[in-house]
């Protein structure tokens, strides 16, 4: 069992900046691949990134690689995402969740935070 707790979210102008942590409880954090999921509006929830269970892979969707980058302190236990040259479609709901194999679909994954949201304004 673990469970995630999200922060970091918040409203940005087009163009900026924002780091994302989830923080993991339980020593089995290391176990685990990580992932970011969004949800915008209207819209069904969608994956963003993933990283291996010791960091040194790494998978995105299209529309943000090259902007976002998914990095894991195992130390910390403890995963982010680092958005860079936000956009207004950039907007929702960003969820992370932990997986016992590397995943770039929501059934992949057994655990789940409770998400934060992400407004980017024009």
């Known amino acids: 069992q673990v469970q995630l707790v999200e922060s970091g979210g918040g409203l940005v102008q087009a163009g900026g900046s924002l780091r994302l942590s989830c923080e993991a409880s339980?020593?089995?954090?290391?176990?685990?691949?990580m992932g970011w999921f969004r949800q915008g509006p209207g819209k069904e929830r969608e994956f963003v990134a993933a990283?291996?269970?010791?960091?040194?892979?790494?998978y995105y969707r299209g529309s943000v690689k090259g902007r976002f980058t998914i990095s894991r302190d195992n130390a910390k236990n403890t995963v982010y995402l680092q958005m860079n040259s936000l956009k207004p479609e950039d907007t929702a709901v960003y969820y992370c969740?932990?997986?016992?194999?590397?995943?770039?679909?929501?059934?992949?994954?057994?655990?789940w935070g409770q998400g934060t949201q992400v407004t980017v304004s024009s």
């Open positions: 339980g020593r089995t954090f290391g176990s685990f691949a």
């Open positions: 969740a932990a997986a016992y194999g590397m995943a770039s679909v929501s059934s992949g994954y057994n655990y």
């Open positions: 990283v291996s269970r010791t960091g040194d892979s790494t």
